[in-house]
C-alpha cells in the first residue's frame, strides 16, 4: 500500500522557518518526481515546488523562489521542503504529490502550516 507523509507543519511567526518532510513507502520512491502543493483557507490548491526524480532540476512557484527549497533523499524515500521568510499569507495545508509515468500519482494527507504572530 503507498503511504506519503507529511511533517513538520506547525506554528510560526512571520519571517520564521519550517522544514517539512514527506516519507514514502511502499513505492519505489526513485522513480517518482515529488512535488510540494499547498491550500489556504478557502482557496484551491496551488504548485509551491517540484524537483525530478534524481534530484538534479527543481522549479518553484514565483511567490517563494529565493524563500523555499525542496530536496529529496532517495535512499531515505523523504522529499524535504525547506521554508524560510514565512509570510502570514503562507498559512496553508501542505501537500506532497508523487507522480509517476501516465496517471500514476499518490498524494499525502497534508500537514498544517500557521503563519500568525
Known amino acids: 500500500q503507498v503511504q506519503l507523509v507529511e511533517s513538520g507543519g506547525g506554528l510560526v511567526q512571520p519571517g520564521g522557518s519550517l522544514r517539512l518532510s514527506c516519507a514514502a513507502s511502499?513505492?519505489?520512491?526513485?522513480?517518482?518526481?515529488m512535488n510540494w502543493h499547498r491550500q489556504p483557507p478557502g482557496k484551491g490548491r496551488e504548485l509551491v515546488a517540484a524537483i525530478t526524480r534524481a534530484g538534479d532540476s527543481s522549479i518553484y512557484a514565483d511567490s517563494v523562489k529565493g524563500r523555499f527549497t525542496i530536496s529529496r533523499n532517495n535512499a531515505e524515500n523523504t522529499v524535504y521542503l525547506q521554508m524560510n521568510n514565512l509570510k502570514p499569507g503562507e498559512t496553508a495545508v501542505y501537500f506532497c504529490?508523487?507522480?509517476?509515468?501516465?496517471?500514476?500519482?499518490?498524494w499525502g494527507r497534508g500537514t498544517q502550516v500557521t503563519v500568525t504572530s
Open positions: 511502499g513505492v519505489t520512491f526513485s522513480r517518482y518526481a
Open positions: 504529490q508523487a507522480v509517476g509515468s501516465g496517471e500514476d500519482e499518490y
